[in-house]
């Protein structure tokens, strides 16, 4: 059951939005991860990075994905119950920033990546690599393994109603700890331990915003301009 209109802010743009913004995360996160588990499948050792054409792919699919993680995130912060406006927000401010680093790294990778590699110089690959250590790839880290994480954990009081809500709520939270759990991996070095996170926002993530793209479309909360 969809909550109850105490807060008067959620449109019929804010239900478009929001359904169809986290039903196409649900669509690309799917996509990113079979793509992903098909280059780690692609690789003779564990600690190779992915190769392409599975990375590129993979760069081509996380820029249109950050946004629409954002444009969602404007949704659920509409849904949210006055109660809740505050993390509402503070998700908002959080996956904004998500979205500025990782679309700015992927695009440069994309853009000016192999002609960088091209050069042979012997920083490149500690700049724009996905091999630890690198520039580009902490960005990336920090990006998905903490404001997103962060930003999935403040989303999650946004849904307080019944039995959808609830699980739309815990998928968050778990997907949001998963991806700060990747984090772990970076003091120890490990890219291994830190693709945990990988769970997080590739696999738990776009099973949460499918749920949240069906309670969108149920809700019945109107402002009195749509009345």
């Known amino acids: ?3 109850s209109d105490d807060s008067g802010e959620f449109t019929s743009a ?3 939005i929001g359904t169809a913004g986290a039903a196409s995360v649900f669509v690309l996160g799917v996509t990113y991860a079979v793509v992903t588990a098909l280059g780690f499948l692609s690789l003779d050792s564990p600690q190779d990075p992915i190769g392409p054409p599975y990375v590129t792919l993979m760069e081509l699919l996380i820029i249109p994905l950050a946004a629409l993680y954002l444009v969602t995130t404007v949704a659920i912060h509409a849904y949210a119950t006055p109660n809740a406006k505050a993390y509402s927000l503070v998700a908002l401010v959080f996956m904004t920033i998500l979205a500025a680093i990782t679309t700015s790294v992927h695009f440069v990778i994309l853009a000016v990546g192999p002609q960088l590699e091209a050069t042979g110089q012997s920083w490149v690959p500690l700049v724009v690599s996905f091999r630890w250590p690198s520039i580009l790839y902490a960005l990336d880290i920090v990006a998905w393994d903490w404001f997103f994480a962060l930003a999935l954990l403040f ?3 946004a ?3 019944e039995k959808l809500e609830r699980a739309v709520r815990g998928l968050l939270v778990a997907a949001g700890v ?6 772990i991996g970076v003091p120890l070095g490990d890219m291994q331990v830190r693709n945990i996170g990988i769970l997080g926002y590739a696999v738990v993530s776009p099973i949460a915003f499918l ?3 069906i309670t969108f479309n149920r809700s019945q909360r ?3 301009a749509d009345a």
């Open 1 to 3: 059951m969809a909550q």
């Open 14 to 16: 804010h239900r478009v």
């Open 155 to 157: 989303a999650a009081p």
């Open 159 to 161: 849904f307080t109603g």
């Open 178 to 183: 998963l991806s700060l759990a990747g984090l």
């Open 211 to 213: 749920l949240m793209s």
């Open 222 to 224: 109107r402002t009195p």
